[in-house]
């Protein structure tokens, strides 16, 4: 890897919310960096992990977490078919699945892959048609920008699997130029849905899905709209609504897999591979935080080095909370342009692998080969400590560890399995 700098300034004339936010999330990792450096927490200690049972990555994805072989896919398909999106490369108005092997008419599969993987689609046969479409929150979500820095780390095996990939998130064309800037995700990969229209065909999650009382005092709404720093023309109500389900989805509120996800974040994870390089370096404010890789941190006017400067191989305490600190720090330096229509922040993604058996484009042509739909903040994969298991029957253990940063629990494993090989081996003989 080469030596990477995240450098986030917080502009002057950042909004009220904005700002009153980012200030939380400063003193939110202050306080978590302190705890976490405490005496009582050895790297040794036994590691929290998520409600959700981890598997080995090497047992079956077929039989843990794909689709069932033939279930039926027509009426999601003819679903999908009837959505648009907006391609941000050109700002027109266009069919979820237009040019992915037959999906609608605007693109032919011709051009799309011309156009993608910069090569002669007549070289692809009919088992060669996969479609991995990923529906996200809002483009400025943190969660949208982990996901996707897996997704562009798997994109040349994707692409040499003949996996054809179409990520889509709530926000406008400037929203997808800015998140492909920053996150290096191809621009002509994505498309933009301004009002989750999709999200609402699909009835995608979005938390309990409260209703703010009637009897709520105007004022109160209004001073909340200028709070957060919301567009002008945004429904009081409707922003008031989102953002309680949201926060709701937050305190695991109708979100089962959110908290402990979030604390793995906090107190590591051993069966999962690094996610920070060591010479990576995010820097938030005006160096109010420095923190180099997971062993020097600086937080105001203290220095230190964390106790497990020294651990390598595994997503170390602290070290998933700094990517997750460095999304946010920059969506909400910018919140307006990440996040234009604050009214749909509560709206959750899903993920869909196809197979087309022709390129005719028609509904029952289609195999799902697998599906989750997001169940909360931070729940966009059932495999959270490796997002993309589902992905490796198709592109083999890039899948497991996209970042290929340290991974020694993959490596015992290896070498687990190479002894009971040579012992199977020897057993015959």
Known sequence: LQPKVVKVQVAQQTSMMSMSVHRLFLLVAV???????????????????????????????????AAKNGEDATNLVSLLQQCTMTDPSFGRSMGVLDGLF????????????????????????PSDNKILLVICPQLGDFETWEYAEQLVNCLPEL???????????????????????????PLENMGVDPTASIHQALQLHKGPDWDIPSWTPAPLLSWFKDYVGAS?????????????????????????????EIFRGYVGDQTAPERLAANEVVRVGNDDIVIRGT??????????????????????????????????????????????????????????????????????????????????????????????????????????NPLNLGDRYMESLDERQGQEQKERELAQV
């Open 31 to 65: 306080v978590s960096h302190g705890w976490w450096s405490a005496e009582c927490f050895a790297p040794t200690r036994t590691t929290l992990h998520s409600a959700r049972t981890s598997p080995s990555p090497t047992e079956s994805i077929s039989t843990l977490y």
């Open 102 to 125: 037959g999906g609608g008419s605007s693109w032919s599969p011709s051009s799309f892959l011309d156009s993608i993987f910069n090569q002669d689609s007549s070289a692809s046969t």
């Open 159 to 185: 692409q040499e699997s003949k996996i054809q990939v179409r990520l889509i998130g709530i926000g406008n064309v400037k929203t997808a130029q800015k998140f492909s800037q920053f996150t290096g995700f």
């Open 232 to 260: 002008a023309d945004a429904d009081e109500t409707l922003l008031a609504r989102a953002w309680l389900n949201y926060m709701a989805m937050c305190a695991g509120v109708a979100a089962p897999d959110t908290l402990p």
């Open 295 to 400: 062993t020097d941190v600086k937080l105001g006017p203290i220095e230190y080095q964390s106790l497990w400067k020294n651990e390598k191989g595994y997503q170390r305490p602290a070290e998933l909370a700094t990517v997750r600190l460095r999304g946010m720090v920059e969506i909400l330096t910018h919140m307006n342009e990440y996040v234009p229509d604050q009214t749909l922040v509560d709206w959750r993604g899903a993920t869909f692998l196809f197979e087309c058996q022709n390129q005719s484009g028609n509904a029952n042509d289609f195999q799902l080969l697998y599906e989750h739909r997001d169940t909360g903040v931070l729940a966009y994969s059932k495999t959270m400590p490796r997002p993309l298991t589902f992905l490796e029957p198709y592109i083999g253990a890039k899948a497991l």
